[in-house]
C-alpha cells in the first residue's frame, strides 16, 4: 500500500500547475509532509506525464528462507548492509 494515491498525486500537480501558490504551501494544503515530493512527483509529471505517478514498486519479492541465508552470508563474510 502507497503513502498517497495516484489520484491524489495527480490533484496535488494540477493545483500546482494551475494555482499562483507555491509546492510548500500546496503540500501543506493537501497535508503532504515532505514539499519535495510535491516538487518530485510536478517533476515526474513534467517528464513522464500520467505513468510518472504510478506507483513504482518492485517486482522481486524474496521469501523469508533466502532472506536468512542473505543474513548468514553477510556475517560470515564480515559483509556491511549496504
Avoid: C, H
Wanted: glycine content about 6%.
Amino acid at each position: 500500500m502507497t503513502k498517497y494515491s495516484k489520484k491524489l498525486k495527480i490533484r496535488v500537480v494540477q493545483d500546482y500547475l494551475t494555482s499562483p501558490i507555491g509546492y510548500r504551501l500546496i503540500a501543506k494544503k493537501y497535508g503532504i509532509k515532505s514539499s519535495s515530493s510535491v516538487l518530485f512527483w510536478v517533476r515526474r509529471y513534467k517528464t513522464f506525464g500520467l505513468e510518472g505517478l504510478d506507483v513504482l514498486s518492485s517486482e522481486k519479492i524474496f521469501d523469508g528462507s533466502f532472506k536468512v541465508n542473505v543474513l548468514k552470508w553477510m556475517k560470515t563474510n564480515k559483509a556491511s548492509y549496504p
